[in-house]
């Protein structure tokens, strides 16, 4: 990555890192390199979508031309008190943390055993899928949201189910699908 932000650098160019979903795996992070603009959000990981808060990381002699091209972005007070509030709370992050790593596993492996072989983070797995529209229909007819990518890349995002129910479901829907499929 650094030698990408190099050669755009000569070019007059810049590297930008979206880690929207690095919170998860806080040591992979490459806010600390020189030479990137590092984009991060407390929405993700902290479930907080509707805040609208985040961050940018970059050295001075990056930010000032960004700031000049974005101009001021102001954040709204509830916002900046709910933020300072998450990012402070180190214990739940750290519980936070294991408990998404440990579902992360369980939905990489629930996916695993019906023959999917995903990559993904914590929070969500990818897979390419022949049939991706199909499936997509599928798991809506049983009330589970995927992400349909439908371009070049055809394929499905699945996201961690949010309690135990959901996890039934899912399991059920697999075996549906996997039944069918075969």
């Not at 102001?74 to 294991?98: E, K």
């Not at 440990?102 to 797995?125: E, W």
Request: with cysteine; charged share 20%.
């Amino acid at each position: 990555m650094l030698a990408w932000a190099e050669r755009l650098a000569a070019r007059g160019g810049w590297l930008i890192v979206d880690e929207a979903f690095a919170d998860t795996t806080p040591h992979t992070g490459v806010a600390r390199w020189s030479g990137l603009i590092v984009l991060r959000s407390v929405g993700k990981f902290f479930g907080l979508a509707g805040l609208r808060l985040g961050f940018v990381a970059a050295h001075p002699s990056l930010l000032t031309p960004l700031e000049d091209m974005l101009g001021p972005w102001t954040v709204s007070g509830p916002a900046q008190q709910i933020g300072c509030a998450a990012l402070r709370d180190g214990a739940w992050q750290d519980a936070m943390r294991d408990r998404l790593l440990a579902s992360g596993r369980r939905l990489h492996q629930l996916l695993r055993h019906y023959g999917i072989h995903a990559t993904g983070c914590a929070l969500f797995q990818w897979w390419p899928e022949a049939e991706a529209d199909a499936f997509w229909q599928h798991m809506a007819e049983r009330g589970i949201l995927v992400r349909l990518f439908s371009r070049a890349a055809r394929g499905i995002r699945l996201g961690l189910p949010p309690d135990e129910a959901g996890w039934l479901r899912l399991e059920r829907a697999m075996e549906q699908w996997n039944r069918r499929m075969k």
